[in-house]
């Protein structure tokens, strides 16, 4: 077998067949570190197998050790992607105390019987060492993607924004693009961003198929007034999410809000399964219903999400099963406090209040590990 040519693309679909597969390759690459040990493009290829066969521990320690014995941008930023992804690894030992004949000023013998490793956040590990690998001036935009995200999600978007245009500068991938778009966004910069969300969405692959570009080009469109555009937006996306199995009818019917579309607002909203949404979605529709004056709707989904939440707590208070560290009397109080949203709400639409939507995007990221067998990443030894 020839495991440069194995596929590690099919992880979904033979979940089985990639963790053998994995494992053989990891393997096989062990013995060819064991033989040239400063190889560290092979030793990068052992931790990725290793990743992909669910062995964790043993991946870090190779990317570690890359990172030491040949310290450039390859097993750096590898290492780096590592912790900001996984955290790190810290092993604690299980101890056991043995029994036995002792005095009693003497103490009881120890000995270690299992070694676990728990994992913790190392954002601060995975800065610092950015931050070296930034220093080497990586000729690829990996780097200045992840450095991006780290800032964007402290908020520091001017930063994001610098880091990305170099990134863009480099290749311009979905994810640089849309992380740009959702900087600008931010920063209340509509008119640049949806630019830049809109070419995010031609980038759309088999590499990443998100439409959250779109949605956000969709929003954007419809903030900035162009109705047509933002109508035809929204309607290609519910196109492509019902096709492609993806949960964005709410997001998309949003949209139509941001326009003042209330009739097509409430033709997708209507189709939402309100025992599974929080009453949180429904001002925005309940305002909708009544501009199409329809308040015979509010009146009839409102008594029937009260009586819901109703019988949810009496199902709960009188469970005997519920564990005892469930606290009832608050989850009494929660459900109690969205009964009175729902009150609340109905009188401030028939109050001709008009409910806020704020919409928040969502960063985008992908896998960054140089060498991924599975997404097809370079492996730049440099």
């Known amino acids: 077998m020839n495991f440069d040519d194995i596929d590690f693309t099919e992880y979904d679909t033979k979940y089985e067949e990639h963790i ?67 955290g790190k690894p810290v092993m604690s030992k299980v101890i056991e105390q043995e029994e036995g004949n002792k005095k ?87 008119s640049t961003a949806v630019d830049y969300f809109g070419k995010a969405h031609a980038l759309r692959s088999e590499r990443n198929l998100t439409l959250w570009p779109m949605l956000c080009y969709g929003v954007c469109l419809a903030q900035l007034g162009r ?46 399964d309100w025992v599974f949404y929080s009453v949180e979605y429904l001002p925005p529709y309940f305002y909708s219903l009544w501009k199409l004056g329809q308040p015979e709707k509010i009146e009839r989904l409102a008594d029937e999400v009260i009586v819901n939440k109703e019988k949810q707590i009496e199902e709960v208070l009188n469970d005997p099963e519920e564990c005892d560290d469930f606290d009832k009397v608050e989850y009494e109080a929660e459900i109690r406090e969205e009964i009175a949203f729902v009150r609340k709400t109905v009188q401030d639409v028939y109050a001709g209040i008009r409910p806020i939507v704020k919409f928040e995007p969502y960063l985008e990221t992908g896998c960054y590990f140089y060498g991924c067998f599975r997404h097809n990443n370079p492996n730049p030894n440099y």
């Open 20 to 86: 053998r597969l994995a494992n053989e390759y990891a393997d096989k690459l062990a013995k060819d570190v064991a033989k040239e040990p400063n190889n560290t493009i092979t030793r990068n290829k052992l931790a990725v197998s290793l990743m992909e066969a669910n062995r964790y521990e043993e991946a870090f320690q190779h990317f570690n050790e890359a990172a030491k014995r040949n310290p450039n941008v390859q097993s750096l930023f590898n290492l780096a992607y590592f912790y900001s992804t996984e």
């Open 104 to 190: 009693e000023d003497q103490p009881l013998e120890k000995k270690v019987i299992e070694e676990k490793y728990s994992w913790e956040i190392a954002d601060d590990e995975a800065f610092e060492l950015l931050e070296k690998v930034i220093k080497l001036n990586p000729q690829h935009y990996f780097p200045y993607n992840l450095m991006a995200e780290m800032y964007m999600k402290k908020e520091e978007y001017e930063t994001a924004i610098t880091f990305l245009q170099q990134a863009v500068s480099l290749t311009p991938s979905l994810e640089n693009l849309h992380n740009l778009g959702m900087c600008y966004y931010k920063k209340g910069m509509t």
């Open 227 to 272: 109705r047509k555009e933002a109508k035809e937006t929204a309607k290609e996306m519910l196109i492509l999410s019902e096709k492609e199995e993806q949960e964005f009818q709410s997001d998309i019917a949003e949209i139509y809000y941001f326009i003042d579309d209330y009739k097509e607002f409430v033709n997708e909203y209507s189709k939402l």
